[in-house]
């Protein structure tokens, strides 16, 4: 696959932040009773699984782990560019930054509120991305690398969605089953991920310690880093 344009990347980060803000903001709607189409599907089969959504889709790590999922993307689609964090970074700020306004946009109207009323709460959070945005798509600039460091930055999404989720829970009486259910759906995805990212770790440091065989060649400290972190990614 060609290399993209970091213009074309920039807009990609930006845009999928907008329709994860947008989508986020319309399961809340859906998912409520008094939501402007939830009151519709008051008895539809479809909520509890829309209550559950709403409820992963409003964690603060699931935001987190759209600047990091960002972040990665934009490194695999420059092609392992050489400066990987600060590209990483700068998608994960425009990610999150197009999510707090897409939110709002559509929370807005779903609401049946002028945006105006929504102005405060939207620069708050867009200044909010934009300081955690960068430290987050960075992180994600590194999942490509097999190292201890690609490791830590494969397990952060994991790790902070547990300890969200656990520390915390919903207590009574405002907890339902959809609370139940979301815990249990990020606790088996958080592990399942890190079983994976540690699966490929062990797997990166056994291939580094098979010796070269006779004649084959080796990779030299003049190696540009682009290939190095592109093998990394696809090796």
């Known amino acids: 696959?060609?290399?993209?344009?970091?213009?074309?990347?920039?807009?990609?980060?930006?845009?999928?932040?907008?329709?994860?803000?947008?989508?986020t903001s319309l399961v809340n709607d859906l998912s409520s009773e008094y939501g402007t189409f939830g009151r519709g599907l008051a008895d539809s089969p479809f909520v509890p699984a829309l209550k559950v959504s709403s409820i992963l889709f409003d964690a603060g790590w699931s935001w987190a782990a759209l600047a990091v999922l960002t972040g990665w993307y934009a490194v695999w689609a420059r092609r392992g560019a050489?400066?990987?964090?600060?590209?990483?970074a700068a998608c994960g700020a425009l990610a999150l930054l197009g999510a707090s306004v897409g939110y709002f946009?559509?929370?807005a109207p779903l609401r049946r509120e002028p945006l105006s009323s929504h102005l405060v709460e939207m620069v708050v959070w867009s200044i909010a991305s934009l300081v955690l945005g960068?430290?987050?798509?960075a992180i994600g600039s590194q999942v490509v690398r097999k190292g201890l460091i690609g490791m830590f930055a494969g397990l952060a999404v994991p790790a902070g969605a547990v300890a969200q989720t656990l520390l915390l829970r919903v207590s009574e009486p405002g907890r339902t089953g959809a609370h139940t259910t979301?815990?249990?759906?990020?606790?088996?995805?958080?592990?399942?991920v890190a079983v994976f990212v540690l699966a490929r770790t062990l797997r990166a440091r056994r291939l580094m310690d098979v010796p070269p065989e006779p004649g084959a060649r080796t990779p030299t400290a003049e190696a540009p880093i682009t290939r190095s972190v592109m093998d990394d990614h696809l090796g």
């Not at 980060?13 to 907008?18: L, M, Q, V």
């Not at 979301?182 to 399942?192: K, P």
């Open 182 to 192: 979301a815990e249990a759906i990020v606790c088996v995805a958080a592990a399942a």
């Open 134 to 137: 960068p430290l987050l798509g």
């Open 105 to 107: 946009c559509a929370d």
């Open 1 to 23: 696959m060609p290399e993209k344009p970091a213009l074309y990347v920039a807009i990609v980060a930006t845009a999928s932040g907008a329709l994860f803000g947008a989508g």
């Open 82 to 88: 050489e400066r990987a964090a600060p590209i990483g």
